[in-house]
Every structure is written in structure tokens, then in C-alpha cells.
């Protein structure tokens, strides 16, 4: 039965070194990862996980377990599975230059006949998603400032928190999609029995699970945090 699957290799990245100690996102992906594969077809040969910041221009010598997992997969003739687009990249230009290699990447929120074609209509329009939210992060504190908001201090801290938040929550979208039948409750025991870190590293409670979902825009079906 083994033989009859096809090998590939996993490519897991966290953005700092502090997801990267928690293990924060990294469960996830791995877990998103296994499903994908045990559904298509693939046996994980390899796999590489690469704790990098995502700050500056991205580039392949900063990213070395990319390289080698490049390198694998082109010894495997299998391809790269990653389970969000953004843990390749966050810029449609670097996307484009790993289709140089000619090794096939498959996301597996997208799905495994998505072909290269569409990662770089994809990688595009997450870009541009991101600049519209800059720019509206700059307008919004131009205009509290134009009001006498005083900004700075625990304020800018609040923001990048918020920011973290925002990112921890995409990077669970896939698992909390899973679970969107349970309530809040139930959910949170559903992720603690997967080994799924919480955001301080420890236990899911029902509110985490709750603000999560709030981030989501992803609602349960039935029950909700009335059912902690």
C-alpha cells in the first residue's frame, strides 16, 4: 500500500524566533500538512522547518532549510507541500523565482491542482491585501493623531500585539475551519488533545478559542462560548 504513494517533502516556516520556540503555528502546520497528504496520495519523506523573521527583502540564502528542502524534493522528483502560501513567501516576486527551480510547491489549503499559474494570482493579491491594510493602519493613526490622540507607549505596543494576534489566528484559519461545528468549549479540548500550543504557549481555554474565531469572522454552528 506504502508503495503505491507518492514521496514528497514538508516545508514548515514560523516567522520569529518566538513562534519558533513556543512551537506557535508549527503544530498547525504540521497537522495541515498530514491530512493533505494522507488524502492525496503522498508520503512525507523529508521535512524541513525554518524559524526566519520575514523582515526585508526575502531571499533563498536566507532561508536555508527552503534551500535543502528544494534540494530534497529535486533528489525525491516529488514536490514541496506547505500549508499556507505565506509560509513560502509574503512576495509574489521570490514565489516566482522558486518556479525557476522547477520543483512543483502545493499548498494544501488550495488544493493540489492549483498550478503555478494561479500561486502567482494568488501571492498577488495577498500583497496587495496587505498594502490596503497598511494603509489603512496609516490613515487610522493620522487620524487619531489629527484628534489628539497621543500615540506611542503601550499604544504602538497595543497595535503590534493586535498585529500578532491578527497573524496567529490566519495561521490557525485552516484547523479552525475544522472545528467550526463545536462550540468554543469543545473546540478548545479538540485543540489541546492535537498538542496545539495556545498563544502563551500553554492550554486552550474557551475565551481564547472565542477571540480567535472573533478574528476569523468564523462563528460555530451551534453552541459558542455558552457552552464553557
Same mark, same amino acid.
Given at each position: 500500500?506504502?508503495?503505491? *504513494?507518492?514521496? $514528497? %517533502? $514538508?516545508?514548515?516556516?514560523?516567522?520569529?524566533?518566538? &513562534?519558533?520556540?513556543?512551537?506557535?503555528?508549527?503544530?498547525?502546520?504540521?497537522? $495541515?500538512?498530514?491530512?493533505?497528504?494522507?488524502?492525496?496520495?503522498?508520503?512525507?519523506?523529508?521535512?524541513?522547518?525554518?524559524?526566519?523573521?520575514? +523582515?526585508?527583502?526575502?531571499?533563498?540564502?536566507?532561508?536555508?532549510?527552503?534551500? $535543502?528542502?528544494?534540494?530534497?524534493?529535486? +533528489?525525491? +522528483?516529488?514536490?514541496?507541500?506547505?500549508? +499556507?502560501?505565506?509560509?513560502?513567501?509574503?512576495?509574489?516576486?521570490?514565489?516566482?523565482?522558486?518556479?525557476?527551480?522547477?520543483?512543483?510547491?502545493? %499548498?494544501?489549503?488550495?488544493?493540489?491542482?492549483?498550478?503555478?499559474?494561479? *500561486?502567482?494570482?494568488?501571492?498577488? %493579491?495577498?500583497?496587495?491585501?496587505?498594502?490596503?491594510?497598511?494603509?489603512?493602519?496609516?490613515?487610522?493613526?493620522?487620524?487619531?493623531?489629527?484628534?489628539?490622540?497621543? *500615540?506611542?507607549?503601550?499604544? &504602538?505596543?497595543?497595535?503590534?500585539?493586535?498585529?500578532?494576534?491578527?497573524?496567529?489566528?490566519?495561521?490557525?484559519?485552516?484547523?479552525?475551519?475544522?472545528?467550526?461545528? *463545536?462550540?468554543?468549549?469543545?473546540?478548545?479540548?479538540?485543540?489541546?488533545?492535537?498538542?496545539?500550543?495556545?498563544?502563551?504557549?500553554? &492550554?486552550?481555554?474557551?475565551? &481564547? %478559542?472565542?477571540?480567535?474565531?472573533?478574528?476569523?469572522?468564523?462563528?460555530?454552528?451551534?453552541?459558542?462560548?455558552?457552552?464553557?
Amino acid at each position: 500500500m506504502n508503495t503505491e *504513494l507518492r514521496p $514528497a %517533502v $514538508a516545508y514548515i516556516r514560523v516567522s520569529t524566533q518566538r &513562534q519558533g520556540r513556543s512551537g506557535l503555528g508549527l503544530a498547525a502546520q504540521k497537522a $495541515a500538512i498530514s491530512r493533505f497528504a494522507a488524502t492525496e496520495g503522498f508520503a512525507v519523506v523529508r521535512e524541513f522547518v525554518e524559524v526566519e523573521t520575514g +523582515k526585508g527583502a526575502d531571499a533563498l540564502d536566507r532561508r536555508p532549510q527552503l534551500a $535543502a528542502a528544494l534540494k530534497a524534493a529535486r +533528489k525525491l +522528483k516529488g514536490p514541496i507541500l506547505v500549508a +499556507k502560501l505565506d509560509r513560502l513567501s509574503r512576495d509574489v516576486h521570490f514565489i516566482s523565482g522558486l518556479m525557476v527551480h522547477r520543483v512543483a510547491f502545493i %499548498v494544501s489549503e488550495l488544493g493540489a491542482d492549483v498550478d503555478p499559474f494561479m *500561486l502567482h494570482i494568488y501571492a498577488a %493579491v495577498a500583497e496587495k491585501e496587505r498594502r490596503l491594510i497598511a494603509e489603512r493602519t496609516r490613515h487610522a493613526l493620522a487620524a487619531a493623531k489629527a484628534r489628539g490622540v497621543r *500615540l506611542g507607549g503601550w499604544r &504602538q505596543s497595543s497595535v503590534a500585539a493586535q498585529q500578532a494576534a491578527a497573524e496567529r489566528a490566519r495561521e490557525l484559519r485552516s484547523v479552525f475551519q475544522e472545528l467550526r461545528d *463545536l462550540s468554543d468549549f469543545k473546540a478548545a479540548a479538540a485543540l489541546n488533545e492535537r498538542g496545539i500550543p495556545a498563544a502563551n504557549g500553554g &492550554q486552550w481555554q474557551a475565551i &481564547q %478559542v472565542r477571540r480567535v474565531r472573533d478574528r476569523l469572522g468564523a462563528e460555530p454552528s451551534s453552541g459558542g462560548a455558552a457552552a464553557a
